[in-house]
């Protein structure tokens, strides 16, 4: 049975980098057509997609967020991480890592067979 679980600290200061790791059980991230997603759903709002990593170890992120978001991979640990710079406190909320099997740039929740149980981040001084 394929595993998500997200990982990092829960409360960052504001301009600092927020970092979050996603460990993949079940899976390879490096298996065909597999693309991990982050996600994330701040308070009162809808999910907005981030960005996804491929099997390939391609990148693609949401315009929104490009210029502060990297994401990259350890496949010998089977994680995907996320990097977000510079945050603010607009940038407190639940973030999930999610896996599709083609690449996505949407956060419906349908569109992803797996979902990791989120983890809540609060940027806050």
């Known amino acids: 049975q394929v595993q998500l679980q997200e990982s990092g600290p829960s409360l960052v200061k504001p301009s600092q980098t927020l970092s979050l790791t996603c460990t993949v059980s079940g899976d390879s991230i490096s298996r065909e057509f597999r693309y991990w997603s982050w996600i994330r759903q701040p308070p009162g709002k809808d999910l907005e997609w981030i960005g996804y990593?491929?099997?390939?170890?391609?990148?693609h992120y949401s315009p929104t967020l490009r210029s502060r978001t990297s994401i990259s991979r350890d496949t010998s640990k089977n994680q995907i991480t996320l990097q977000l710079y510079s945050v603010t406190p607009e940038d407190t909320a639940v973030y999930y890592c999610?896996?599709?099997?083609?690449?996505?740039?949407?956060?419906?929740?349908?569109?992803?067979?797996?979902w990791g149980q989120g983890t809540q981040v609060t940027v806050s001084s």
């Open positions: 990593i491929a099997y390939t170890g391609a990148w």
């Open positions: 999610a896996r599709a099997l083609k690449p996505l740039t949407t956060a419906l929740r349908d569109s992803y067979d797996y």
